[in-house]
């Protein structure tokens, strides 16, 4: 006979571990599946370790601003170092436009409890050591945003959740939801190992959730793009901040540049190209180096002779309209959604889990529902409407 849980979590990554844990938190029986050889072995080893809650969308600054309170806690609750480091989030402006888009979107942002101020350019050279003065105008900058290692913070909510008694299958996928007889509420998962009996399914199938979503008959179109990072050696601390450059860079390849030092001391940066590279191809391009050095050492000129460790590739889980998809479908019972996290998983994934966990529970999330359902998977992906911030 097939085990029976209380709930079993698609995808042990960035959104699943921390879903899970709320849900054992809360009391009940977890099981947590994935088809990788241990937890947080799908994109979320891919971020950059960026968390803010600097953005322009109200569901995800208050995701984000519960992400931020679990991961800044996460030590003092738990004993454990997950790298988190209060840096801020830094974005610096050279251009009137970019001052026009950044001051348009600080209302809503401090409406929903972001710390965001605009800064002159005589405090954001204090904030960012070393910037580029040439052309500074300003900046906004949003203090208790930071960092988190994706590694150990997966690591950990891992080994919380055991403790909490939850289960984690590893190197097994899930191939097929099990129905109950009116094919209307979904009772369980089939694996490529076994049959599991729950009464909540979650989808964190991060990449690979719209497979899920379709075993459902669900077209929730999450289509995965590929991203490029890299990381230095280690330096001395000297860089507070995330630095985010929303200018496109003069190559005419690139959109948004970001960068930080981590908890560690290396510079970790990503670039989004302007032209995507759709589907799952995660090698290296060859300009990927070049284009991200002269970004970087334009706008910190300092890091001229920095040694670069590491490139790597990863997929941001994308929607249409750039925003994740979190909730309860309202045509199938049983199953909820933790999917289409785009570039921000990370830094969502401790709040969507809070909340999923809480609408699980509870019958509601934890955040004011008109808020929380700008992420329902009932929304019209295709309306038009992009967030300003991505
Ligand atoms: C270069 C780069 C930099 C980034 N930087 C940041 C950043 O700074 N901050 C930030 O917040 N985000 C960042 N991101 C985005 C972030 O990595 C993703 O949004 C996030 O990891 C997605 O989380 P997830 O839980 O949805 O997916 P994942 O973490 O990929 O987890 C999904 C899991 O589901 C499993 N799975 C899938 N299908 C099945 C199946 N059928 N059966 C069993 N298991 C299955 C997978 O194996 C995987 O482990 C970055 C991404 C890239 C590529």
């Not at 029976?4 to 029986?29: E, H, M, Q, R, W």
């Not at 950059?48 to 322009?56: C, E, F, N, P, Y």
């Not at 436009?97 to 710390?115: M, N, T």
Request: glycine share 12%; hydrophobic share 35%.
């Amino acid at each position: 006979m097939a085990s029976k849980y209380d709930a079993i979590v698609i995808g042990a990554g960035s959104v699943g571990n921390p879903t899970a844990y709320f849900l054992s938190k809360a009391g009940l029986k977890v099981l947590v599946v994935d088809e990788l050889s241990s937890s947080g072995q799908g994109q979320n080893k891919s971020a950059i370790g960026g968390v803010r809650a600097t953005h322009s969308d109200p569901a995800k600054i208050q995701i984000c601003l519960k992400s931020i309170e679990i991961y800044s806690e996460w030590q003092k609750n738990t004993g454990t170092h997950i790298g988190w480091k209060k840096g801020g989030y830094c974005f610096p402006v050279y251009r009137q436009k970019e001052e026009d888009i950044l001051k348009s979107i600080l209302s809503i942002q401090k409406k929903h409890g972001l710390i965001i101020d605009w800064f002159e350019s005589n405090k954001i050279k204090k904030v960012v050591t070393g910037i580029n003065e040439k052309g500074l105008i300003g900046g906004t900058f949003s203090p208790n945003d930071g960092q988190v290692s994706p590694l150990l913070a997966s690591e950990s909510f891992t080994n919380e959740t055991m403790k909490l008694g939850a289960e984690f299958r590893y190197n097994e996928s899930v191939t097929g939801l099990l129905f109950d007889r009116n094919n209307s509420t979904v009772k369980g998962i089939k694996t490529n190992k076994g049959e599991y009996m729950a009464d909540s399914i979650v989808n964190a199938a991060g990449a690979h959730a719209s497979t899920i979503c379709k075993m459902a008959g669900l077209d929730i179109p999450i289509n995965p793009d590929s991203h490029e990072a890299g990381i230095t050696a280690p330096l001395k601390q000297f860089l507070d901040p995330l630095v985010v450059d929303i200018r496109p860079g003069v190559e005419g390849k690139t959109a948004n540049f970001y960068f930080g030092q981590n908890s560690e001391g290396p510079i970790i940066f990503c670039y989004t190209p302007i032209k995507i590279f759709p589907g799952e191809d995660r090698s290296c391009t060859s300009e990927f180096m070049p284009i991200m050095a002269r970004r970087l050492v334009s706008l910190i000129p300092r890091l001229k002779n920095v040694t670069i460790r590491r490139l790597w590739r990863g997929l941001y889980p994308m929607t249409p309209d750039g925003v994740a998809v979190v909730g309860k479908p309202s045509n199938v019972e049983g199953l909820y959604l933790g999917i289409g996290m785009c570039g921000q998983g990370l830094m969502m994934g401790p709040g969507v889990g809070f909340n999923l966990s809480s609408l699980i529970t509870e019958g509601k999330p934890a955040m004011r529902k008109e808020v929380f359902d700008l992420l329902s998977p009932d929304r019209d992906f295709y309306s038009g409407k992009k967030e300003a911030l991505k």
